[in-house]
């Protein structure tokens, strides 16, 4: 039987929650990938916020709302000449007196690789199970919920919207390639429909996905050794206790409760 054990009501663990949430900052993913004939280094920062709690035991916390604030950069890479041929010029032979010609050679321009820049930022509310997880580090016990399983995140209104960022992002890059002239226009076109809202989509899951992977957060965190009564000046120190043992699971007494049991020693 534990020595101490302490309830909360799902209002109390959303409370908590809420904190754990905020106390959670801001968080980084970068990297790189491969696609067809694009590579696109990225860089994302992301923060979480609201949610609302419910509880199943015997271990399930379940977070409804909860919203992943996002933004991303990347730098999408690619070589033209994969989306559009070579520019070869057959060479042209030009009278301009009667016995005088201008020479113009031929010649094949090889497209460069180009890099679009892009940014977004926008926000994706989804629901996840978390499961109840005690760890003690030696001189501290720790209740934390730990993310179940990836959840479903809506976003194709986003990867739509990126595509769209990209075609205009696109633009002024190819006005800066000799020679492309009106060609740009088709090229953008090009651009994206090699893309698709699926290359984009899948583009930052890879991005999104790191941020919730493994997610944890942190409800509970006690030193060991804790102290039950402070110092009462002149003659009585403080009194402290070892805390043994923590166990956190949810209990079902008429209404859903995170309850914590807890075993001491002096």
Excluded: C
């Amino acid at each position: 039987m534990p020595e101490i054990i302490a309830a909360m009501d799902e209002p109390a663990v959303s409370d908590i929650m809420a904190v754990a949430v905020a106390q959670a900052g801001t968080l980084g993913n970068g990297g790189s990938t491969s696609f067809g004939p694009f590579t696109a280094s990225y860089g994302a920062s992301a923060t979480f916020s609201g949610g609302s709690v419910k509880l199943f035991t015997p271990n399930v916390v379940q977070i409804a709302n909860l919203t992943l604030n996002y933004t991303v950069s990347f730098n999408l890479s690619f070589d033209l000449s994969s989306i559009i041929p070579n520019f070869y010029f057959p060479g042209v032979k030009v009278k301009i007196f009667k016995k005088w010609f201008v020479i113009i050679p031929a010649f094949t321009i090889d497209w460069p690789t180009v890099t679009i820049p892009v940014s977004y930022s926008d926000k994706v509310t989804f629901s996840a199970n978390f499961a109840l997880q005690t760890t003690f580090d030696g001189t501290s016990w720790h209740v934390k919920t730990v993310i179940l399983g990836m959840p479903a995140l809506q976003i194709g209104p986003a990867a739509s919207a990126i595509l769209v960022l990209i075609g205009a992002a696109a633009g002024p890059v190819l006005l800066a390639v000799p020679f492309i002239g009106l060609a740009g226009v088709s090229v953008v076109g090009s651009i994206t429909t090699a893309l698709g809202i699926s290359g984009v989509t899948n583009l930052l899951h890879l991005v999104l996905n790191p941020f919730l992977a493994g997610r944890t957060f942190e409800l509970y965190n006690q030193p060991k050794h804790f102290q039950l009564l402070p110092a009462v000046a002149p003659v009585s120190p403080p009194v402290f206790i070892n805390l043994t043992s923590v166990a956190a699971a949810v209990v079902n007494n008429g209404e859903p409760e995170l309850e914590l049991s807890v075993d001491i020693a002096p």
